[in-house]
């Protein structure tokens, strides 16, 4: 239409707060431009950098996101999926791997362009970005192992509220597995800040484990070990000699800390970039990897000891 037809339009509009119905335009296409992206929480770093990564890529190549929250609820991620679904969503973004067998089904029959991220799995829905979680603890457990730790302890999560921490868990045990031969000790504190977790669940493992006494903590993420080092602090432990700390995602907190954790860095922000770009070629019918299983980096930092025990070494290997 001509330049004054578009002005005549566009006056009409504001003068009547004219605003476009998402819902009927979706009806009258085959598919929206909008992408629904489902997180556990948005109050939690990890999550919020993955979101920036994506939003970034998808608002510059004009799609709209609608986030939701599912508080680790495998139902829930279902539901609010169902709800989506009517919109005639474009993409669908689930974080990690563990969705309801349902939602899978949904996705899959629909044929729904589907991205999951955070977390790697050789059979996703249909696209995927993330990280080997398993391999991720299994690396950082055998970094403390060769320093010459042996009787580490997890403060983390209550059980099944984040699959991907449980499989850290695993891969880190997994490292000190033949030369433990005992239960390692855990704490899962129920307290919903992560700085206040930290410092709970390290004080009740001390409390707890008065014959084990761990000598190395691995912590959910970097939040929760900070807490846990206060912990230690006051009750005289020092750090590293008396026990290490471990951390994970090597969160903005650790560059400011005075004592540097030792983290595992996880490329959160490249993740969301790469997992949009991949999803938005997969929408335009290009063929894209199914699976991409991005690195992570060991940040050596001063709350484990840079070298193994004299009185460990003949036996360290």
């Not at 000790?185 to 977790?197: H, K, L, M, S, V």
Request: charged residues 20%; glycine residues 8%; proline residues 6%.
């Amino acid at each position: 239409m001509s330049e004054s037809t578009r002005s005549a339009i566009l006056r009409m509009a504001e003068a009547m707060n004219y605003v476009p119905d998402s819902t009927a335009r979706a009806l009258s296409q085959p598919c929206s431009n909008l992408i629904g992206i489902s997180v556990p929480t948005l109050f939690n770093d990890v999550f919020a950098e993955i979101l920036e990564g994506t939003r970034s890529t998808f608002q510059s190549a004009g799609y709209e996101t609608v986030i939701d929250t599912t508080d680790y609820s495998p139902a829930a991620e279902l539901a609010w999926v169902e709800r989506v679904l009517s919109w005639r969503p474009a993409a669908m973004i689930l974080t990690g791997a563990h969705s309801d067998p349902q939602l899978r089904h949904c996705l899959k029959l629909r044929g729904v362009p589907t991205l999951e991220l955070w977390q790697y799995t050789d059979d996703p829905i249909d696209i995927c970005v993330g990280i080997d979680h398993h391999a991720a603890g299994l690396a950082v457990g055998r970094h403390v192992f060769r320093l010459g730790y042996r009787r580490p302890a997890f403060v983390g999560a209550p059980v099944s509220r984040d699959p991907r921490a449980e499989e850290r868990l695993a891969g880190f045990m997994a490292a000190f597995g033949t030369a433990t031969r005992r239960e390692a000790a855990i704490a899962r504190p129920i307290e919903t800040n992560a700085f206040e977790a930290g410092r709970t669940g390290t004080l009740t493992l001390f409390a707890e484990t008065r014959e084990y006494k761990p000598d190395v903590i691995f912590y959910l993420n970097d939040h929760l070990a900070f807490g846990g080092l206060t912990a230690c602090q006051s009750i005289g432990l020092q750090i590293p000699q008396d026990i290490g700390i471990v951390g994970f995602n090597a969160l903005g907190l650790t560059k400011v800390l005075s004592v540097p954790v030792t983290t595992v860095s996880t490329p959160r922000r490249l993740m969301g970039v790469m997992g949009a770009r991949n999803l938005l070629a997969r929408i335009r019918g290009a063929k894209v990897p199914n699976s991409i299983c991005l690195p992570v980096e060991i940040i050596s930092g001063q709350t484990v000891r840079q070298r193994a025990c004299n009185s460990e070494s003949n036996w360290l290997y």
